[in-house]
């Protein structure tokens, strides 16, 4: 590969310009080691932990991996297809739906569950470090949370100064530490506190109703793993095809965060006390030495994550005019800015709303799938113009009215209406049919429902938005004759780019 090939592709990598499959050197090996360090860090134990509030051990298990691979399926057929086709990160595949410019509402999605997650991330390692010095008879003071957790954002900028290529080295063999960790805190609880207890452990705060019980397990899990969403694209983009990223990222994220939060699950229901955190926990179950080890291995997880969470979110930002200029490390700079803040004087205090933002998650990720789940198999016919995805101009495909589609942010608000209905993010009191469907799954569908009849009704007659293929033949014919060989200045484009993207 010549200088000026490496250096294009490099760009390409840092700017979330589409790559050509010439250019992603990924291997199914390399996508699952990332998806897996992704996927399986301290937040997993947490999500697991909040499923023990409403169920039991058996049923929870079910309602855990049932939970991840639902929310996983939806990543799958909303991401997938598009982003392994054109290699294009998950902010620009939302451009067809929302506008060249009306996709700033993805990035800032990206921006801030990204952000919350990294923040969740770094308390852990500082509480991880906190328990790791009363491990050695130390008791540290209050401070010691925050500036941990400083330090592991300092430590996540420095793993990220190479760029790009950092979180294919990263991922394999942070991968093969996480997935010890949780088998070994697996053993642990049930080698110390035995299978029976576990079994007849009842869950910590159910509700009345054994139907809302089983829906807010499954809802937990729902949410948690249409977070990525914002990771996917630019995990996808770099493998070979969306053919072979599938059961890597599949297995990867969505099994991976299932698994790895039974761990969390199983310790919430026999340790109430501890939610599942394993900063809480690992020393008393383990004792000193292990613990100690264990809470290593689980800052050395949550680094690996949190450093893909970075580049998801600094390639997201750099979609934004301004942002694109900046140099690689000012960017990824500017994706944890605020985490100094909130992670060095509030760890605590958001630490202790990590229900609502599952919440938030799925508020915000679902109606975004189900869009373009709707858009992309039953309105493009699978086919996107590539080059419209970056025309800003008059004539650009996807410019709609000033660059945003209407339809997509009423179909946005749409899906959010409907999940916040079902479910309150807040106090997480649920109105029927929660109990039957979850909030997620009806926010998908109703999102993707919207979109499909706002289109039919708006954009085909209105001719925005590439969709001219919709129109009834007799119109299509009378349009080309009125337009001629050459479309007017206005006309959305049809070209598509070859399958070598």
């Known amino acids: 590969m010549s200088a000026h090939e490496t250096s294009a592709q490099h760009a390409a990598l840092q700017n979330g310009w589409p790559q050509t499959r010439q250019e992603r050197h990924w291997s199914g090996t390399n996508i699952f080691g990332t998806a897996i360090a992704t996927a399986i860090a301290t937040w997993c134990f947490i999500i697991g932990g909040f499923v023990s509030f409403y169920l039991a051990a058996a049923p929870g298990t079910l309602a855990v991996l049932a939970g991840s691979l639902i929310g996983m399926l939806f990543i799958v057929l909303a991401l997938l297809p598009v982003c392994g086709k054109y290699g294009i990160d998950s902010a620009v595949s939302t451009r067809p739906q929302f506008g060249v410019r009306g996709s700033l509402l993805s990035v800032v999605l990206i921006y801030g569950s990204t952000l919350g997650w990294n ?5 852990f390692m500082g509480r991880a470090t906190n328990s790791i010095l009363k491990g050695f008879g130390v008791h540290p003071p209050g401070w010691v949370t925050g500036a941990a957790g400083v330090a592991g954002i300092l430590l996540a900028l420095l793993a990220l100064r190479r760029g790009p290529e950092s979180l294919k080295d990263f991922g394999p063999p942070i991968a093969v530490l996480t997935l010890v960790l949780g088998v070994v805190v697996m053993y642990l609880l049930v080698h110390k506190l035995g299978v029976q207890k576990l079994l007849h452990a009842h869950a910590v705060a159910p509700a009345a109703s054994r ?31 969306a053919r ?41 179950t383990g004792g000193n ?12 997880a949550d680094l690996g994550t949190v450093v893909v969470g970075v580049y998801s979110s600094a390639i997201g930002l750099r979609q934004v005019a301004g ?3 900046l140099s690689w490390n000012a960017t990824t700079l500017l994706a944890v800015l605020p985490a100094f803040v909130i992670v060095g004087i509030f760890p605590d205090q958001v630490f202790d709303r990590f229900g609502t933002f599952l919440a938030f998650l799925g508020v915000c990720f679902g109606p975004v799938c189900g869009i373009q789940i709707a858009d992309y198999f ?19 495909a996807y410019r709609y009215w000033a660059g945003f589609n209407p339809v997509g942010f009423v179909s946005f608000a749409a899906g959010v209406v409907v999940y916040l209905y079902l479910l309150d993010p807040v106090t997480y009191s649920s109105r029927t049919p929660f109990e039957f469907l979850g909030a997620s799954i009806p926010s998908v569908f109703v999102a ?5 009849v706002g289109t039919r009704l708006v954009l085909v007659p209105a001719r925005r938005g590439g969709y001219e293929h919709l129109e ?24 598509t780019v070859p399958d070598t993207l």
């Open 119 to 123: 923040i969740i991330l770094f308390i």
């Open 211 to 241: 139907r809302v019980n089983w829906a807010s397990g499954v809802e937990v899990l729902v949410a948690s793993n249409l977070s990525w969403w914002a990771y996917t694209g630019g995990i996808v983009r770099n493998g070979p095809s």
């Open 244 to 284: 072979k990223a599938m059961w890597p990222l599949i297995t990867g994220l969505g099994l991976g965060v299932g698994v790895g939060s039974l761990a969390g699950f199983y310790a919430g229901l026999v340790i109430p006390t501890s939610g599942g955190d394993p900063t809480q926990f690992l020393i008393q």
């Open 289 to 300: 030495v292990i613990g100690v080890i264990l809470l290593v291995f689980v800052i050395i």
């Open 323 to 325: 942002v694109s200029k």
């Open 378 to 396: 039953l309105l493009r016919r699978q086919t996107l113009d590539a080059h419209g995805l970056y025309d800003r101009t008059r004539a650009g």
């Open 448 to 452: 993707g429902l919207v979109y499909y």
């Open 472 to 495: 009834p033949a007799g119109r299509a014919l009378r349009s080309q004759r009125r337009i001629g060989p050459d479309p007017q200045p206005g006309a959305a484009s049809t070209a």
